[in-house]
């Protein structure tokens, strides 16, 4: 049985990289594998478990095809290792983290994936962004007014509130999970 692709979409800040490493558990007791980034950013500005790459060995990695998914967005460039692909067709369901822009890519790659928007309101979105110092003011307001374009234009997705508490959230997730995924 072929595994499922669980594309995990939303801003810069909503808390996708929090829900995954707090889910972590619960999701390979589900038989459900956390794909590990690659990401032209330092590691210590990640804020992810992603592994850091330059943007040369990036380039490099790409032209090798080691990516399954790879994209360009706020000046970065992002991919998901193409292992990916081994764990799907041995029957195992794999979360990543993804790209809002990306997304009509990834489905034409992956037309069975399950796309999880993970929303929060703006205000505390602005919080988040704000509390983490990666960004400045003026790069905040982009973001969110990025985020507010995006409220009407994606189709096809589940969509999962993290403005709760984490605890919530996770639990959110593992009953989708348990929703949208055969079981083993």
Same mark, same amino acid.
């Given at each position: 049985m072929q595994g499922r692709l669980i594309y995990l979409i939303g801003p810069s800040g909503?808390?996708? %990289?929090?829900?995954?490493?707090? $889910? +972590?558990?619960? !999701?390979? *007791? +589900?038989? @459900? +594998?956390? &794909?590990?980034? @690659?990401?032209?950013?330092?590691?210590? &500005?990640?804020?992810? $478990?992603?592994?850091?790459?330059?943007?040369? *060995?990036?380039? +490099?990695? =790409? &032209?090798?095809?080691?990516?399954?998914?790879?994209?360009?967005?706020?000046? !970065? $460039?992002?991919?998901?290792?193409?292992?990916?692909? =081994?764990?799907?067709? $041995?029957? =195992?369901? @794999?979360?990543?983290?993804g790209s809002r822009g990306y997304l009509p890519q990834a489905r034409e790659r992956y037309p069975n994936l399950l796309a999880v928007l993970l929303s929060v309101e703006q205000d505390v979105l602005r919080q988040r962004l704000q509390a983490r110092g990666r960004e400045t003011d003026e790069q905040i307001?982009?973001?969110?007014?990025?985020?507010?374009?995006?409220?009407? =234009? #994606?189709? %096809?997705?589940?969509? #999962? %509130?993290?403005?709760t508490p984490l605890e919530e959230s996770v639990g959110r997730l593992l009953a989708l999970i348990d929703e949208h995924l055969p079981t083993y």
């Amino acid at each position: 049985m072929q595994g499922r692709l669980i594309y995990l979409i939303g801003p810069s800040g909503a808390g996708k %990289d929090s829900l995954l490493d707090a $889910a +972590r558990p619960a !999701l390979a *007791e +589900r038989h @459900v +594998r956390v &794909a590990r980034r @690659v990401i032209t950013r330092s590691a210590e &500005a990640t804020g992810e $478990a992603a592994q850091p790459v330059t943007p040369s *060995e990036f380039e +490099r990695l =790409e &032209a090798q095809h080691a990516f399954a998914l790879s994209w360009r967005a706020n000046g !970065l $460039a992002y991919g998901i290792p193409a292992q990916i692909d =081994e764990w799907l067709a $041995a029957g =195992e369901h @794999v979360l990543v983290n993804g790209s809002r822009g990306y997304l009509p890519q990834a489905r034409e790659r992956y037309p069975n994936l399950l796309a999880v928007l993970l929303s929060v309101e703006q205000d505390v979105l602005r919080q988040r962004l704000q509390a983490r110092g990666r960004e400045t003011d003026e790069q905040i307001d982009s973001r969110l007014a990025r985020n507010a374009l995006f409220a009407g =234009e #994606l189709d %096809d997705y589940i969509s #999962l %509130d993290n403005s709760t508490p984490l605890e919530e959230s996770v639990g959110r997730l593992l009953a989708l999970i348990d929703e949208h995924l055969p079981t083993y």
